[in-house]
């Protein structure tokens, strides 16, 4: 096989939750050397679990393999298996002065370093850009936080709901009417935006590296990252003085679009027609049902301005099918059109499984199964799940012995210290 597009490329990930984790995941696919460092002494919120070990007393523990958190339920928790493979994993304490000095040691044989911290937490242990830069010259460092690094609100923490409130997506997410406090609260629209913003500021931070020799520091907001996917939205207001809303599962201008209840219990089917060659398309795969020549349906703003007299139309003929039916039927005429998958759904969709998308894992924790596999594919360089998702410091030994050059009596020396290791310190 030939070598991945971005060997010999080494990566600290000080990824939490999902937008540092998920950009360094995308170019650990990518063949880079990603070691991903975390803490013994403060327990990560959602990476690894809400806490190390689930509360006494409750029967099931949702989120872990099976329901059972075993041992080492940090090592089981999906979100960890989500988003964590193919990284090299290893715990060190960086408020220590003995992690401090091992983390020099990791930052001199790197390329660029990656977090997505509170602005200003790295600056407070000491491992800012300005210091590390007198580490390493040419290291690269990202960091992407929630509101960037200047401006009256640096510093301030940030979680999905509020970078959803900030950048107004909050407003426009969810159906005409409907209370903003009903609005969905897990949210990953600016997260998703931001980790593949991330990985390509890091792809080109490295080709300005190729070419001058120099690295650089990144000042990444995630907000502002966001808000250019909100750019009808804002220059509609800009220009026209209009405000957006909330419209549900409708487009401004495409109609009939929504998501239309099929046979079976909660089974749905998405439908966009978007001209009036496609509304030809759809009646004809239909039947040309006698209700399709009323002259509220004549034209695309006849059809936006009737919208709910034909949805009605419309959910008499889905209802009589399966989701797939209608996909089949109306994609076969030029129509958009796709069920509304449950994870279950996904993992037997006969297109998925065609093109191999999942891929079978086993993890020492976790067991065997069947994972998301990887979303680009290149013809030349193809990638897959190398290194399963590491288990907590599964990769001390490696790291700190053969990539850095430590004796088994410093690694030893440290994990008496509590510096590192592979259990949380008692009391986290």
Sequence with gaps: MSQLPLKGIKVIDHGIVYTGTAANTLLADMGAEVIRVESIGRFPAMTRGYRPRPAPGLEEYPGYVDGEPGDRPWDRWF?????????????????????????????????????????????????????????????????????????????????????????????????????????DTIPVWTDNVAASTVAFAALVALHYR???????????????????????????????????????????????????????????????????????????????????????????????????????????????????????????????????LTPADEYSDPHLNERGFFQEVTHREAGTHRYPGMFFRYSKTPADIRIPPNCLGEHNDYVFGELLGMSGEEIARLSELGVIGTEYLEGV
């Design 79 to 183: 979100q960890l298996h989500a988003m964590n493979r193919n990284k090299l994993g290893i715990t060190l304490e960086l408020n220590r002065p003995e992690g401090i000095e091992v983390y020099h040691k990791l930052v001199r044989r790197s390329n660029v370093i990656i977090e997505n911290f509170s602005q200003g937490t790295m600056e407070r242990l000491g491992l800012g850009y300005e210091a590390l830069k007198e580490v390493k010259q040419d290291i690269i460092m990202i960091s992407a936080s929630g509101l960037g690094k200047e401006g009256p609100y640096k510093g301030y923490s940030t979680f999905g709901t509020n970078l959803d409130a900030i950048t107004g997506m909050t407003v426009l997410r969810g159906y005409p009417g409907s209370d903003l406090t009903e609005r």
């Design 210 to 340: 190729e070419k001058t020799g120099k690295g650089q520091f990144i000042d990444l907001s995630q907000a502002e990252g966001f808000l250019p996917h909100m750019g009808e939205t804002l220059m509609d207001y800009t220009m026209n003085g209009r405000t957006g809303e909330a419209i549900g599962n409708r487009d401004p201008s495409n109609a009939p679009q929504g998501c239309y209840r099929c046979r079976g219990e909660d089974r749905w089917v998405t439908i966009s027609v978007t001209s009036d060659g496609e509304w030809q398309a759809f009646c004809k795969a239909l039947g040309n049902p006698l209700w399709t020549e009323d002259e509220r349906f004549t034209d695309v703003l006849c059809r936006w301005a009737n919208q709910d007299e034909m949805d009605r139309h419309i959910e008499q003929w889905t209802v009589q099918h399966d989701p797939y039916e209608v996909m089949y039927i109306l994609q076969a005429v030029g129509v958009a059109a796709g069920p509304m």
